[in-house]
């Protein structure tokens, strides 16, 4: 149980266009979903919240009109890189919270590679 | 500022014995703690969880919580070179977000 996927795995476009990325919980529902980024040898850095049927909420420094996020359904988050630049190539990790079963534990997607040239 | 604190190691165990892993956080109102393990190149996956003051033990994996003293730890018996990874902690102050510690990076030398 509580196995959360992400697509894609990697990814690699030009300077200027965007990228979405799908984080699924596939066998629980979850309100509430978190993006990461994570540079080499560096520890997980929050991003944005994302809640189900509202606007996510943005940690501080995190542009919110170039990481588009929308939680559309209790199983599903994306998280749009606008108009990316190489400065955006990072690993990308969401997580899901299961809120019926486990308290405050988090699941992590296996991350998505994005590589900006 | 809320912050968690590992060393970042590496911290070297031979095949066999204890690696032992220590974090600390500076919010008295965290109220959940967790342990993540992390393959170079993968994502985190959750080890171990812990809520109240006290030992958890879970296989070989034992969590050890003292909120009095602000510090978690991880202790992992018979260490295999498999074991060999990025240990990451991470704390809920309060609220559901992690704040999570800049990794323990642990080698298992066979």
């Known amino acids: 149980g509580a196995v959360v996927s992400q697509h894609p795995s990697r990814v690699i476009c030009k300077s200027g266009t965007s990228v979405k990325i799908e984080c699924r919980s596939l066998?629980?529902?979850?309100?509430?979903m978190f993006w990461y980024r994570q540079f080499p040898k560096k520890s997980l850095m929050l991003m944005a919240t994302s809640n189900e049927g509202s606007k996510a909420t943005y940690e501080q420094g995190v542009e919110k009109d170039k990481f588009l996020i929308n939680h559309a359904s209790l199983t599903l988050s994306t998280l749009t890189v606008t108009s990316a630049h190489p400065e955006d190539s990072s690993f990308y990790i969401c997580s899901a919270r299961d809120e019926t079963k486990r308290k405050n534990e988090q699941f992590f997607g296996p991350g998505t590679r994005l590589t900006v040239l | 500022q809320k912050e968690v604190e590992q060393n970042s190691g590496p911290l070297s165990v031979p095949e066999g014995a204890i690696a032992s892993l220590n974090c600390t956080y500076s919010?008295?109102?965290?109220?959940?703690f967790f342990w993540y393990r992390q393959y170079s190149g993968k994502s985190p996956e959750l080890i171990m969880s812990i809520y109240s003051n006290g030992d958890k033990e879970d296989g070989r994996f034992t969590a050890q919580l003292n909120k009095a003293s602000q510090y978690v730890s991880l202790l992992i018996r018979d260490s295999q070179p498999s074991d060999s990874a990025t240990y990451l902690c991470?704390?809920?102050?309060?609220?559901?977000?992690?704040?999570f510690g800049t990794g323990t990076r642990l080698k298992v030398l066979a």
């Open positions: 919010d008295r109102g965290s109220q959940s």
């Open positions: 066998d629980f529902q979850a309100t509430t």
């Open positions: 991470a704390v809920t102050p309060g609220t559901y977000k992690y704040i």
